[in-house]
């Protein structure tokens, strides 16, 4: 399975995001401290800056967003929030959504490794999309790790969003509704990755 295994501190510098959108709390490079001193990008650079952040974040490759974005494109409303939309159902990034996992990364390897069901039944693939009404949970086999059993004691490691609702209780997560725009507070300019496939 390809992966994407750039270093989180270095890349979030370079693409100007806070590590703490990757779940990453205390992370910081000290590395290269006057690097890019361009100070004006062309628009393409922009654009595909936006695209290399997105895709840094959510942890997915060239093939697989360039599909989301065909997705988008053809289902009604505005193509932008309708990748970004596709995106955010993804269960790897629902799985960091529920507080369950601290990154996305260690999401996404917590649903390969079959730590997840959807309504019941095991679900290992991180691209599968959640719809409302899905139950997501910790299966039972794995409830008894102490990774699981240490964020059922001691919380959660972030509060979930409107859409869902979380019992860390019982280590579960409901879908209640579609997520919004609004919901993803991610610093993110959709239009330009727009743009930069529609050239």
Same mark, same amino acid.
Request: proline share 5%.
């Given at each position: ?32 401290? +006057? ?6 990008? $062309? =628009? ?9 952040? /997105? @895709? ?74 959640? +719809? ?6 910790? $299966? =039972? ?9 240490? /964020? @059922? ?47």
């Amino acid at each position: 399975m390809a992966k994407n295994m750039q270093p989180v501190a270095k890349r979030c510098k370079a693409l100007n995001i806070s590590p703490a959108a990757m779940g990453y709390a205390h992370k910081d490079t000290k590395r290269n401290p +006057k690097g890019q001193m361009r100070r004006k990008q $062309s =628009e393409y650079a922009t654009q595909m800056n936006e695209k290399q952040k /997105v @895709k840094f974040v959510y942890g997915i490759l060239e093939k697989q967003f360039r599909g989301y974005y065909e997705k988008a494109l053809k289902a009604p409303g505005q193509t932008g929030e309708n990748l970004l939309v596709l995106i955010e159902r993804r269960l790897d990034n629902v799985a960091f959504r529920t507080g369950f996992c601290s990154t996305r990364r260690d999401a996404r390897q917590a649903v390969t490794h079959g730590h997840f069901t959807v309504n019941g039944r095991k679900v290992n693939i991180p691209s599968y999309l959640v +719809k409302p009404g899905d139950v997501i949970a910790i $299966s =039972e086999r794995s409830r008894a790790s102490v990774k699981f059993k240490t /964020v @059922k004691e001691e919380g959660a490691y972030c509060t979930s969003p409107r859409w869902m609702e979380t019992d860390v209780s019982n280590l579960t997560a409901r879908i209640v509704d579609m997520p919004a725009r609004e919901d993803i507070d991610l610093p993110i300019e959709e239009h330009l990755i727009v743009e930069l496939y529609s050239k």
